[in-house]
């Protein structure tokens, strides 16, 4: 049976594309030079401060003077799987609902998608780019203007349909957390964070250097989520090894995340803390928690581990797993459990089935009965992020 027309779809992974005055609307003079802005390569081209050349009349962002050669990347949604894989090089090539809220309603209305949770693209999907900076004060600065611009701009143009995601200046705890109380003074629904700090040179979850960080969060009742590659490293197995090899193990770095919290202290210290894994997928997880379990009942007595509870239990007080399509991970839905799973849809990215979430999700769920389907698609999202109909 198709998905009833009571059921609304609620994504919790999808991806906005900033506009080319995101930051020049909401900085101070000093940092109009250096702030992130749309440059035009001529007709000679140039080159990102990584050495990758970027066409004749393309577009690219510059920040502190360096070129950022990825101008959308995998905004390619509606596009044929035979025509994917070049990224877009102007804003000309993508869609106008990857960077127009307003046309990014139509897209939603055509996709059948009632809601959606947008992550950004030019800072990073956790704003892990701003860490890199030279001047600590304008990192900041721009961490909280592409709050300021999805509170106000983005998710301001049509309230009941966008569900505002914040990101955090998590290289700098009080900064983060006076960020957290002010976003959600404001109206934000859930923060960005990093799947792994360590891999950004910070300090890891088994300190407790994010106590402050996380009892913020707990305060303001914002969930965290933790986007694949949010660490800054994708898995692989060799320079040359095709992407497919990355693309089909990336619910690996979720993997990674759900044990490393689990065997930390993090939830036995932060009792109210949730964490949605955003594009990590669900089939492996009852595989996951039966290993966890099973390390914890063989391991735990000689290892610096929480005695009392059982890693199975963790996850289901305190986290959620995100899909696209998963045939396993629907079939594994009461294993994993029903009030754990979130629908998303990715657009604009190449996993994504836009024009058609709605036709495909009716597909996926066709033997799950309708309360659970409805559920998964729109409840648990609604309970999670504060976000009624």
């Known amino acids: 049976m198709p998905l009833q027309d009571d059921m ?33 390569s001529g007709d000679e081209g140039m080159y990102s401060e990584f050495g990758t050349y970027v066409k004749p009349h393309s577009q690219a ?7 950022h050669a990825q101008m959308g990347l995998n905004a390619v949604a509606g596009k044929p799987p035979e025509a ?3 990224d877009p090089v102007r804003y000309d090539d993508m869609i106008p609902g990857c960077y127009d809220p307003v046309e990014r309603v139509k897209d939603m209305d ?38 300021d611009f999805v509170l106000d701009e983005w998710c301001a143009t049509a309230p009941d349909r966008f569900i505002p995601l914040a990101i955090l200046p998590f290289w700098d705890i009080e900064a983060t957390v006076a960020e957290i109380h002010r976003v959600a003074a404001k109206g934000a629904r859930a923060i960005s964070f990093p799947e792994n700090m360590v891999t950004l040179d910070q300090p890891s979850f088994h300190t407790d250097h994010w106590d402050p960080v996380f009892s913020a969060v707990e305060d303001a009742g914002l969930p965290l989520c933790m986007h694949f590659g949010t660490s800054g490293k994708v898995p692989n197995t060799a ?6 090899v990355m693309i089909s193990l990336m619910a690996c770095n979720s993997m990674y995340a759900i044990s490393d919290l689990i065997f930390s202290p993090v939830f036995h210290r932060h009792p109210r803390l949730r964490v949605a894994f955003s594009e990590g997928g669900i089939g492996w997880i009852p595989y996951l928690l039966d290993r966890m379990d099973g390390t914890w009942e063989k391991h735990r007595f000689y ?13 289901r007080r305190h986290m959620w797993g995100c899909f696209i399509t998963d045939a396993h991970g629907v079939a594994s839905r009461h294993e994993i459990g029903i009030d754990r799973l979130l629908w998303e849809c990715d657009y604009p990215h190449s996993d994504s089935h836009w ?35």
């Open 239 to 244: 320079p040359d090894a095709p992407m497919a």
């Open 355 to 389: 024009p058609n979430s709605r036709k495909v999700a009716s597909e996926q769920f066709l033997d799950v009965p309708d309360g659970e389907v409805h559920q998964i698609v729109e409840q648990n999202a609604r309970e999670l992020f504060n976000f009624p109909r």
């Open 84 to 86: 994917l894989g070049l």
């Open 303 to 315: 290892q610096n581990v929480n005695q009392e509870v059982r890693p199975s239990e963790l996850f």
């Open 8 to 40: 609304h779809l609620i994504s919790v992974d999808d991806h906005l594309i900033e506009h080319p005055r995101v930051w020049l609307d909401r900085m101070p003079e000093k940092y109009q030079e250096l702030c992130p802005q749309v440059v035009e």
């Open 61 to 67: 962002w510059r920040y502190e003077g360096h070129i």
């Open 110 to 147: 055509l996709d059948g998608v009632q809601a959606a949770l947008c992550f950004p693209q030019f800072p990073k999907f956790a704003g892990t780019l701003f860490r890199e900076s030279d001047d600590m004060e304008l990192a900041r600065l721009c961490s909280a203007a592409w709050n």
